[in-house]
């Protein structure tokens, strides 16, 4: 079992989860049910599988959810295109590279679980 909340991978997670929370502030009314709801569960379902999968018995088991963060981000990133493109926000550049920096880090995670598996 790994203690998630030492990953720094988890931890940047959480920020990038407040800062989309954020973000999603200046949407408009008529979007709260509709892409800002999407976009929330996609954002914390990057450290919420992050979490879940350290918790598992295997580490194939936390590789798999590894894998589910990665595509939770990638769901987020497409979401902020779509809210750029809408006009929602001006600049998503900054997102952008905390997304690619989470992806790194997820990625260096699943191989070095690898790594350590065989």
């Not at 959480?14 to 509709?34: C, N, Q």
């Not at 892409?35 to 295997?58: D, F, M, Y």
């Amino acid at each position: 079992m790994h203690d998630y909340k030492d990953l720094k991978v988890w931890q940047d997670s959480i920020d990038f989860v407040v800062s989309v929370y954020e973000l999603t502030k200046a949407f408009p009314s008529e979007e709260i049910y509709a892409l800002t709801s999407q976009i929330k569960r996609a954002v914390v379902s990057i450290p919420s599988n992050i979490a879940e999968g350290a918790n598992r018995n295997t580490d194939k088991e936390f590789i798999q959810f590894l894998y589910i963060a990665l595509g939770s981000a990638s769901e987020v990133e497409t979401q902020l295109i779509i809210a750029n493109r809408l006009g929602y926000l001006e600049n998503i550049e900054t997102e952008s590279d905390q997304i690619t920096s989470i992806r790194k880090m997820i990625n260096a995670l699943i191989k070095s679980i690898r790594r350590r598996s065989n």
